[in-house]
């Protein structure tokens, strides 16, 4: 789509698909394998070797990916779990679908990351309702890292990292540095392969993590709750021949779970993705790169959203948020928005704040965070995926200079 001659439309993100991903695909519709087959298994060793993990458990979007993890800890009516604000709806969601309460943490204003300040002043909030906090979900936020790791431990909670965004990114962890998803110091990570994710499966995630109980426990809950393994079997009498054998078709359900699966089809695009990761990464830590350098005359009306103290050698970035003075620019966002659009370039806001949504306003009354209204109040991201040119960028960054310039 062009207008006017400004250019192609350039979306807030979007995918990148190769002859090869698409060769990918095909060969797994001409095969006998369409649901879960070999194909998601070599997907799920290819994860847990880039993040590190023991075990990645392929799901069918992050959002079940975060709905199995927080049922795998077992969350009781009263038991508390520990949300920033800024986030989409689902981290909040999945506290719930299990029952579970959730308390909402404010964030810093400026990278928009939960902090352990906002950690512990949560749990005093839980605490003062009479909850039991159990766990915390960080969210690592466009792609870069939230470091809550050692607050929570000292709490006793267990840490469930919504890395939805952060696929590739590293953290800085003492000395050296973690790649997120490899387990150290947290109980599960959870990702997403939404098509303006880092890689894409269509629709898909994935759950990982390097406690074997864990992983195990993630494998049923994905599939219904079955198990096929006969030392599992409790009906002895149906499960084994008089001779002793498993019966060959026999399986049990222990627990009830659910139908998360990750397809064959989804996880040829994602394996053929995954070959391209690093370029994928590279290239946007470039075009973030070139952001932040062309952003800096147009401060104050517009600057990057501040990095985070824990991010490593590389970062996965998701989105570019910049912080806008809609203010001091003498417009609204919608206006910014639209006059971006005019220039066939697309924006997005990244996130209301969860806990001014009516659910979880009439569940637990209004709250005040001023962090997270304060990031709200001036977010607004840009467009960023590897297939953005140079000139791309420079086309944003021109439209929004002209903005700056007829508020100056």
Not at 95 to 109: K, L, S, T
Request: charge should be negative; glycine fraction near 10%.
């Amino acid at each position: 789509m062009t207008d006017g001659g400004s250019g192609p439309f350039l979306s807030y993100g979007r995918q990148s698909i190769s002859d090869e991903d698409i060769e990918a695909v095909v060969a797994v519709l001409r095969g006998d394998w369409l649901t879960q087959g070999p194909t998601v298994d070599a997907f799920e060793k290819e994860l847990a070797t880039l993040t590190g993990a023991t075990h990645a458990v392929a799901c069918s979007n992050g959002t079940t990916g975060l709905h199995i993890a927080a049922a795998a800890l077992d969350l009781e009516p009263k038991d508390a779990v520990i949300v920033p604000s800024i986030t989409f709806l689902a981290t909040a969601n999945a506290v719930r679908y299990v029952g579970a309460e959730v308390v909402f943490a404010d964030v810093n204003p400026d990278t928009a990351l939960m902090e352990p300040q906002h950690l512990e002043e949560a749990l005093a909030r839980a605490k003062a309702q009479g909850l039991r906090p159990r766990a915390v979900f960080p969210v690592h936020l466009a792609g870069h890292p939230a470091d809550v790791r050692d607050a929570a431990r000292a709490a006793g909670l267990m840490v469930v990292e919504d890395a939805c965004h952060a696929l590739g990114t590293k953290m800085r962890r003492g000395d050296g540095e973690v790649t997120v998803g490899s387990g150290a110091g947290v109980d599960m990570t959870v990702f997403s392969f939404h098509p303006v994710k880092t890689i894409a499966t269509g629709e898909g995630g994935a759950v990982t993590t390097s406690d074997d109980e864990l992983g195990d426990r993630l494998r049923r809950l994905r599939s219904h709750g079955m198990v096929r393994e006969p030392q599992l079997f409790r009906n002895r009498e149906e499960a084994f021949s008089p001779d002793g054998k498993p019966n060959p078709w026999y399986y049990e359900m222990p627990d009830i779970g659910f139908n998360y699966r990750l397809t064959d089809l989804q996880s040829a695009l994602g394996l053929s993705q995954l070959k391209r990761i690093d370029r994928f990464i590279e290239r946007r830590e470039e075009i973030v790169d070139l952001y932040d350098r062309s952003l800096v005359p147009l401060s104050p009306y517009i600057k990057p959203l501040s990095r985070s103290k824990a991010s490593g050698s590389r970062v996965g970035w998701h989105l570019y948020v910049g912080l806008f003075d809609f203010e001091r620019l003498g417009l609204g966002r919608a206006d910014v928005m639209a006059a971006l659009r005019e220039k066939n370039i697309g924006s997005q806001v990244h996130y209301v704040p969860v806990h001014w949504q009516p659910y979880y306003v009439e569940r637990y009354g209004k709250l005040d965070l001023p962090g997270a209204a304060a990031y709200y109040r001036r977010c607004l991201s840009l467009p960023l995926y590897p297939g953005l040119q140079d000139t791309d960028v420079q086309r944003v960054v021109d439209a929004l200079t002209g903005l700056v310039k007829r508020a100056a």
